[in-house]
C-alpha cells in the first residue's frame, strides 16, 4: 500500500511501513504484530499525522523555538524549528531547506529553552540580521503575492551581522550584487524558494540604520526583486 501526498511518501508492505521524501527514508518499523491488525486507511491517515508533526507552523510558541541557519554544506540559509513534542522532556530541532521540505530531526538533549538557545548556536550557524523597512507603490501591488506584498519589515542575510534574530526564513532576504549594462546593479532577493527566477515587484528596502550602507553598499532603498510569474 502506498500514500504521497506534499512530496512525502508512505509505503506500507506487510506491517513494514516507510516514510520517505526527496531527502530518504525518514521514519520506518512496524506498525502491527499481523497484517490483520493493520486497520483500513491506515497510509492515509498515518501520513496525514506524520505531516501535521513536520510542517513549519506559522508562528514561534513555548513548545516551538523557529530560527534561521546558514547550511555550510549546502551554502544556503536553511528553516530551524525546535519543538518539544507531547509528553516528551527532551526538545528536538526539526531541519528544513529553504522551500520548507522537511530535512530531518536532531535530538537535542535539552530540557529547558535557554539550554536548548545555547544548543542551537553551537551547533548551527544562526542568523542575525538587520531589520529594514518595505516601501511600496502606491498604484497596487505587482508582486503577484511576493514576499514584500504583506509585510512592513524584511530581514537582511549578510555576513555583517545585526541585532535581531529572524525566525522564518519566508521573511528573509539576501543582497544581490550584478553587473547590468556595464554598471553595478545591487537588489535583494528571498531566501525562501531561493532557486526560483525572481524579478522586481516594485518595492524597495531601505533603513536609516548606518549598518544598511555597510551590507548593501547604498545609501539609496534598493529593489525587492520578490516578483515570481509561476505562482
Known amino acids: 500500500m502506498r500514500a504521497e501526498k506534499n512530496g512525502f511518501v508512505l509505503h506500507l508492505e506487510g506491517t513494514w511501513m516507510e516514510i520517505s521524501n526527496k531527502y530518504g527514508v525518514l521514519e520506518y518499523g512496524d506498525v502491527a504484530a499481523n497484517q490483520e491488525e493493520v486497520p483500513d486507511g491506515y497510509t492515509e491517515k498515518a501520513l496525514d499525522d506524520y505531516i501535521s508533526k513536520h510542517s513549519v507552523v506559522e508562528k514561534s510558541s513555548p513548545t516551538c523555538v523557529k530560527r534561521v541557519a546558514f ?33 530531518g530531526t536532531d535530538w537535542t538533549g535539552c530540557q529547558y529553552r535557554d539550554e536548548l538557545e545555547k544548543w542551537m548556536c553551537a ?90 550602507r555597510e551590507i548593501t553598499e547604498s545609501m539609496y532603498p534598493i529593489p525587492i526583486h520578490d516578483r515570481y510569474e509561476w505562482r
Open 71 to 103: 547550511d555550510k554544506e549546502s551554502k544556503r540559509y536553511i528553516q530551524l524549528q525546535a519543538v518539544l513534542p507531547d509528553d516528551e522532556k527532551y526538545w528536538q530541532v526539526q531541519k528544513y531547506d529553504n522551500e520548507l521540505v522537511y530535512m
Open 123 to 212: 551547533n548551527f550557524d544562526i542568523e542575525a540580521c538587520l531589520t529594514a523597512e518595505v516601501f511600496r507603490s502606491s498604484l497596487g501591488d505587482c508582486t503577484n503575492g511576493g514576499i514584500s506584498s504583506t509585510r512592513d519589515t524584511l530581514y537582511i542575510l549578510s555576513e555583517t551581522k545585526g541585532p535581531f534574530k529572524p525566525e522564518d526564513i519566508r521573511e528573509c532576504v539576501y543582497i544581490e550584487w550584478r553587473e547590468a549594462c556595464g554598471e553595478q546593479y545591487i537588489d535583494c532577493k528571498p531566501a525562501y524558494c531561493s532557486g526560483r527566477w525572481y524579478m522586481s515587484g516594485g518595492n524597495f528596502l531601505y533603513t536609516s540604520d548606518s549598518r544598511f
